[in-house]
């Protein structure tokens, strides 16, 4: 029995949620993103793939799907008792095994346009009215003869036609995309689906590629999710860890080549886990690996853009007492001093160094969102300033602080009396608040 309490905590939870998730939602709208999945999304649990997309759709995402047909293939074959031939991970595609390439291919696609197609009331696809647009949007040529072994009818990515699929979605379409590539003479070319993917969201200058991977990326020491990488870390990886999986490694060389040609942003995202695309689209943390060429968070210097942002994250504190209030005037006039952690566009910490003289500076307004007090974007804050008053001289810098003391006592800081701060702190200290000053000598570290 739900209780009434545990009902006005969900309806919080939920409404939370929900505006958290409209920054995101306001983002993605009009935003192209190439989407892989792989043959064995198909096979299991792919209804629940397929209502996410038509959500994706609904808030007016423009979607180009590729799909893998690889466990398909090797069905057909098995059936009729071919050993599937491959070399370097590659299959090596004969005039008997194209045939099962095309049957698989278009199964798949037939199978995937019937679910998109569903309008069952009930359900989460009632009244969607989804139309997929499918094609030969891919011109390829042979991989031909490498290492002496000839890969007969296994192929590359030629070109993309851009212009076709930009207008398939112009109309609001979902642009369905099978691995399959076609010559200009008119052969018929099995493509692996991650290159595919790679190269329409290269082509389309989309906001995003996503791939959905069969497993997650871990980090090699701790075996850990990685929440995100720049592509100097995913080349690094790539070069360093030799004994990555098989798909993982190919997922990370398609996000490093994607963002070094334009693409914004690759996710790799286990799909196994429910709901993973939209956990990973419409919260701050996501639930996946992010790629970029830039780093996803980073600490820089404030500008006015952020002083919105400054003040949504104290003024919480000023209200509980914690930070002393200061007006977007004030904020405006000592921008300069401030520093910020910028994640995804949310401003999740900020500090200032205020110069006293020459010699002397103060730490101030230093807040980090509740969502990450735990963890170590303080110490980043606390360092940064720490190193930027050394680059400046300051031999002495002084915290005034009424409830988080020992915060700072355990950096290094030291108690001491508002007689020992500099006169001109001392001619502004608050005797009414009665904070604590404490202060810390650079000289000796």
Known sequence: MITPSQTNTCQTDFVSWFRNSTPYIHAHRNRTFVIFFSGEAVDSQFDHLIHDFALLKSLG??????????????????????????????????????????EAAGCVRIEIEALLSMGLANSPMAGARIKVASGNFVTARPLGIIDGIDYGYTGTVRRIDRQSIHQQLDENNIVLVSPIGFSPTGEVFNLGAEQVATEIAIALEAEKLILLTEEDCLAPKTQQPIQQMTTTEVESLLNQQKNLTEAIAKSLTAALKSCQQGVKRVHLINRHTDGALLLELFSRDGIGTLISATPFEEIRQATLDDIGGILELITPLEQQGILVKRSREKLEMEIDDYIVIERDGLIIGCTALHCIDPEHAEIACLAVHPDYQHSSRGNQLLNFLVGKAKNQGIKKIFALSSQTMHWFIERGFKTTRVEMLPEQMKSFYNYQRNSKVLCKDLSTC
Request: net charge positive.
């Open 61 to 102: 995402i423009r979607l180009v799907l590729v799909h893998g047909i690889r466990p398909q293939i090797e069905q057909r074959l098995k059936q009729q008792n071919i050993t599937p031939a491959y070399y370097n991970n590659l299959r090596i595609t004969d005039e008997q095994t194209l045939q099962y390439v095309k």
